[in-house]
Structure formats: C-alpha cells, structure tokens
C-alpha cells in the first residue's frame, strides 16, 4: 500500500496541535511536571511511575534538547518515506509485515559480511544490553562495568542480586581497562562501552582486542559485551569495530544502535553481533517481536546509505568543534570526543549548570557521579543550536564568547 | 464435540517451543516464501479460485499471471490494521522525519496513560505500557514466579508465559482443558496453591472460548482464599471482539486487587500488530515491581501516539467488532454446512474440527496461498486455529478450505 505525501500531511492540523499541546511539560526532578515556558507553569502533576519507566524528558518548542544523545536532524526522507509506505502493514506482525524483522536481520548481516546467524536484533540496543545481563550475570558472576559509563546493565545487574565491579575512568575519561581485566575473573559479563559514555573516549581496536585475549585468559566463560552505539560519530583513525573480532571470539558480543548517527531514538531498533553460539544463547531472551515494523522499514532505508552517513559525521563533527572550541577559549577541559556529546570540565556542579541553562530553555546531561561536581554532559545539536546554546553557557558560566560565525 | 478425541489425563508441555521455532521460521521469511512459491507449483489452481472465491472470469486470467498475495490467517490479526483517524495521528507525530530521531518522551507515554485510564475508568497510575503485552506477560512471569514458585496454566493456551518461565527455570504445572475446550478452573485453583502466578487468557488463545465474568471473579476469589500469595495474571488480548454478554472485563478487579493485573493489546482489533504496544492494569505497588525488572525503552513514539488515538476512536473499534463479527459468522456458517464443529468463538479467529491433523490441514492451505495456525496439543490432530480475515479473503478461503478437505467449494 502507497501513501502519498498529500495524505500524509492532510488531515493532521488537530492532531499535531495535540501533540504539541503534551509536549510543553517536562519533568524536573522528584516526578512534578513542570510547563516548560517557566516554571510558574507549572503543571504539578506527579508521575513517577513514568519516569521511572525511563522515559525521558520532552523538549518543548523552542527548547533546544542536548541532554539524550540524538540526533537533532532524526533518520532522514527515505527514511520517512519507507515509515510511510510501511503504515499499510501496521495491522501485521513484524514478522509477517515487508520487509520483516528477518529481512532487517539479513541485510545487516549483508553489509557487514557476516552470516545472519551472527546478528541478532533488539528494541534498540538497550534491550540487547538487558538481555546480556540477563543471560551472563547472576547472584555467582559477576558484572563489570565502569564508573562512569552507561548505567542500564548496571540496574539490571542489581536487580538479579549480580555483584557490579566498576572501576573508574583514568584521568583522561578513558575506560581503565586494566582495572577491568583486574576485576573481570569469573564475572559473567564485561561492559565496554566503547565509545564510552559519558566521557566520549575510544580505545583502539588493538587496546579492545589486546583487553579481550586477556579476560578470556583468565576467564574464558565471561561475555564481553563491546557497545559501539556512537560507532559511526567516531573521527580516530586508529579507531576500528570489534565486530571482527566477535564474529570470531565466542564470548564477545558488540551492539550498535540505530539511535544515534542514525536518527532513530524514537523507533527502537538496535542489533548486535557475535559468533553464532553466542548469539543463539542471547536471542532465547528476545523479545518476542522486539522491532517494530515502522522501525524495521525505516532501517532498512537508511542502513547501507553511506553517503548519508558520511554527511551526518561531518555535520556533526563541525557542530563539535565549534562546541569544543568555546569551552577550550574559556579554559575548561573537554575530553576528546568521538561522539555526538563531549565531557566537560565546567568547574562547578553539573546540576547548577543544566538548571542555569534550562533557564534560557536549553537542557543538557544528567549527573554522572563520581564527576558531577564538576563535568557536563552536553549532546551536540545542530549547528545552529550550538550557537545559541553557548550563548547560553557562556552567560550561565559567566565568561566571555566570542562567537565563531557559522560556516 | 465430533471427532476431537481428548486425552485430559495427559499433562502436555506448553507449546511454547514450537511457537519459537514457528516464529524464528517466520523470521526468517521462509513461511512467507514458501507459500509464494508454493503458488508457482500450484498457481492455476489457487489463481482460479479468484480474489473473491467468486467464479471463473476473464479477471482470472489476468490473476494468473500475478501470484495472489498470500493471506495471512494464522496470527489472529486484524487486517485492515489501523484505522485512518489513528493513521494521520502517525503521519502527524513522524513529521518531516525529526521527531523520530528522539527517544520516546515521557509526554508520548502520558499521552496513551491517559487514554487508557480515561476508557477504562481508571487513575493513571494504575497503567503500565509495554511492547505489545507480551513485554508484559514476560516481565510479570519473572517478577511473579521463581524457581520456588510455578506458573499454573490451562493447556492449551497462549504459550508466551510458559515458554519464557521455561526459559528461566521456572516450573510450569499446565492443566488440561476440560471435554468442552473450557478452562478446568477447580484444577487450576487446585494447581495454583503455592504458586507464584496463575495465566488465565480470556478469551482464550487458541480455542477462541470465553469465562463469564461470574466465573472468573468466582476463580479470583477461589485462588486467593486458598493462598492470598498468587498473582493472577488475565490476558484481555482478544476483549474489543467479545460479544458475549456475560463477558466482562476483569479491570475493575484489577485495579482493587494487588493480586490481580489485567493486558491488553493493541495488536489484535486496533489492528497494530506492527507496533508493538500494549498496556497493563493493576495496583500501582504491583506495577511497580514489575517496572523494577521492565525495560521500559522499548515501545515506539509512533506507536504511542498511535494508541492513545486508537483507543480514544471508539467508533471504529465498533466497526471492527462488527467486520469481525459479520467474516467469523460467514466462516463459521461455511463450516457448519459442511459438518464441521467449531467452538463458540469470542475472538477473531476460530477453532475448528477439520477432521485432519493440523499439520495436513496447514499444508493443502498453504498449497493454495493460504496461512491458517500452529499445533496446539493435545488437539493438533483433528483442529485447526483460523484467523478470520475480511469477508473477501473469508470467501477466497473458504473455497480454498473446501478443495484441502474435500468437500464442494459451493455451500
């Protein structure tokens, strides 16, 4: 069934005036919902049960939104026209529906030259992250992760009554991957979030594969699971996947996301590779039909489009260094970024800074304890939001901007 | 009941083995595939068949040469998916592309909250999402059931909590079906003492057959004053095509009884099988520890605007039941007329005595293009699960289904 682009916008003034109408509260903090033009708006309505969910917070209009990672430009026209010829299908199961959940899963298989069986996919890579703590960690393995890095394996672990380990990053906001091949003996799963968030640092291919021999060494049992959700924002030459080496290492596992250089956030999808016994033994936590068909359809549009890829790192790399480039003139230390955030050294509390930026409508990160004293997370939008976004931080931090005119 | 031969002295497994094979088959396309194929090898005959099953003609020679897409009547779902007022709602919410490149905001989740407490006469806080309600029939038997602590189910039934208690080691005790293709209720009150959750699917899936609200209250009461501990866990999946008068939704319950938590899908009537949502109902303590284990990331922003607009447009979920309604009775009058017994279908789909194994029945289907249900043991060997489809792919069907079992396409 084909949609044409008329229908698509005929017919919705209601509806999209709704939508806007419930995207101007946001929460902050301890559950109350306060309306976004300021907060004597506020709509003082407790939803706790939400956010715990893990929802997250809605940018209102006019609010520029750097505190989730996104991609502030989403997956792009084909993208939407493939979600718009797919709505016919929205009655079957993603399974039944084409392209399916099983097409998806070949075509990446395809393009990364490995065999379906070493895919498997996911209700964006969280569930994949999930799944991983799930199958490898219990009350007698433990997990490793690393402080601070992304924190849902470590929720899930604690759930299960699994022991965490998670030693700090060094100085330079790298993983300490000493400290976590030190902590990794009988473990059942090791977290490398690589790019890692929140500090945005890689370690090179020959460091993660060097890592890996060495936790297998001493455990050859333990899962390591090698989350490349910024893969496509990374510059570094040295830097390589570890698909490679998961294909071949049972044990190894690497996830990737179509939330991120992709443009997906809102679609959930994610996918991950790892020899074919490892994969087997993760996919028996699948959900049943864990990618849904818009999803499926608008990956499958964008998955292999390079050129399109090439362009949304070059803008986004442009977008950073501009970024960088103001909080290097004011003299605070920003980590090497190879993501769409950067980690920074702002010299005062994470939660001052993000509620002096909300003030004049931009949010940032959360806090990423043990450094929300003194750093913040800060996703990088479009060009453009980045220009009024460090006006903004430079009035919040109280020095001067000489702006960069945009090129 | 004609023909259907039961054992009720047998304890079968839980198909939920087979329903994975099914689906990683389904997975990989080659179901699909396979029928496609299978219409070259046997294209004249299901090309004479027609898109409506109406006769020979010079449009069937044009049919012919283009294979007949194949109809899907083996997932019980809805297909003509959602209705136009929910389908602008997606176009509005996709935009121009942007919006879904963020994740699903807390405001989209609030958005179908509401909804759902405002239809169901419930507070919000009594509202759980999840992707599709098998999430949450996953996430309730980890919560709900331990190594120490069984799932108790009639057998058969929807096999997603089994399969997945199976998965995590915890015990199943599945009790039989009485001679009626009806829940034993005394058995599974009996099973259920020292348990950790009992399922209980009304409608059930696959036998299409339905508790009276009377009956299910009287179980609830029965269950917890022989141990206040267990969770009952109702799968409401089917409830938007009951017609039944003495149904009723247990939510009420539900939202009284930390013991009880009803779900709902929107894959089956709101015809959103694609987008993966559904929603629970419970005590906000009892959601909230199953919110401890939930991964709540994993619902779309297109399919949460989507619901909320789907469940606020009652007068298409009326159209629906009614669409519904009007196919299974054509389907079920087909069958009738040739000596056919089916149970009393509160569902859209029907549960059949072919007279063959399911396994017999599914293959001379698939030769004609067409996707009918699984086993569902102890009965695959005399019926058949059939999805009901528009009244057009009814009429295409029936013609179909008259050729596999022998009998005049003509009723």
Known sequence: ?407 | MSGAKVDTTKRPRPAARETEMETSILTTGLNRRAVLRGLGAGGAAAATLGLHGCGAGSENVALSEEALPPLLLHNNENPLGPGSRTLDVMRAALGEGAPAGRYPFAAGARDLIEAAAEVNGVATDHVMIGNGSTQLLRTATHVFTAPDKHLVMGAPSYEECPGYADLVGHPIVSVPLTDNMQFDLDGMAEAAKGAGMVFLCNPNNPTAALLSADAVVGFVETVLGNDPDVMIFLDEAYHDYVTDSSYASQIPLAVNNPRVVVSRTFSKAHGMAGMRIGYAIGVPDTLRRMRNWHYGMSVNVLALAAAAASLRDEERLAEERDRNTEAKRYTLDWFASHGHEATDSQTNFIFVNTGMTAAAFRAGCGEHGILVGRNFPPYENSYARISIGTIDQMRRATAAFGEVLGVSAVA
């Open chain 1, 1 to 407: 069934m084909s949609l044409s682009r008329r229908a698509l916008f005929t017919g919705s003034t209601r509806s999209r005036s709704e939508a806007l109408a419930t995207t101007r509260a946001r929460p902050a903090g301890a559950g109350v919902w306060i309306g976004a033009r300021g907060r004597e708006e506020a709509v003082a309505v407790s939803w706790p049960h939400v956010l715990e969910a893990g929802f997250v917070q809605p940018a209102a209009e006019g609010e520029i939104r750097i505190s989730s990672n996104e991609n502030p430009l989403g997956p792009g026209r084909a993208a939407v026209d493939a979600i718009d010829e797919q709505l016919g299908q929205a009655g079957l199961y993603p399974t039944n529906a084409e392209p399916s959940m099983g097409d998806l899963r070949d075509r990446i298989a395809e393009l990364n030259d490995v065999d379906p069986g070493n895919v498997v996919l996911g209700a964006g890579s969280g569930e994949i992250l999930k799944n991983c703590v799930q199958a490898f960690t219990s009350e007698s393995r433990h997990l490793v992760s690393a402080t601070p890095t992304y924190e849902s394996p470590r929720r899930f672990a604690a759930y299960l009554g699994a022991r965490v380990e998670a030693p700090r990053v060094s100085s330079d906001g790298r993983l300490d991957l000493e400290a976590m091949a030190a902590a990794a003996p009988s473990s059942g799963l090791v977290f490398v979030c690589n790019p890692n968030n929140p500090t945005s640092t890689i370690h090179n291919a020959e460091a993660i594969s060097a890592f890996v021999a060495r936790v297998h060494e001493a455990s050859p049992e333990a899962v390591i699971l090698i989350d490349e959700a910024y893969h496509e924002y990374v510059t570094d030459p040295d830097h390589t996947s570890a698909i490679g080496l998961a294909i071949e290492t049972p044990n190894v596992v690497v996830s990737r996301t179509f939330s991120k250089a992709f443009g997906m956030a809102g679609l959930r999808v994610g996918y991950a590779f790892g020899h074919v016994d490892t994969i087997r033994e993760l996919r028996r936590y699948s959900l049943l039909f864990n990618t849904n068909g818009m999803g499926v359809a608008a990956a499958m549009a964008v998955v292999g489009d390079e050129v399109r890829m090439e362009r949304e790192r070059q803008r986004n790399t442009e977008a950073k260094r501009h970024t960088v480039e103001f909080f290097e003139r004011a003299g605070m230390q920003v980590s090497d970024s190879q993501t769409n955030f950067i980690f920074v050294d702002i010299g005062r509390s994470a939660a001052e800074f993000r509620d002096g930026c909300a003030e004049h409508n931009v949010l940032v990160g959360r806090d990423f304890p043990p450094f929300e004293a003194s750093h913040a997370r800060i996703s990088i939008g479009t060009l453009e939001e980045m220009n009024r976004a460090t006006d903004v931080f430079a009035s919040v931090l109280g020095v001067e901007h000489a702006r960069v005119a945009a090129g």
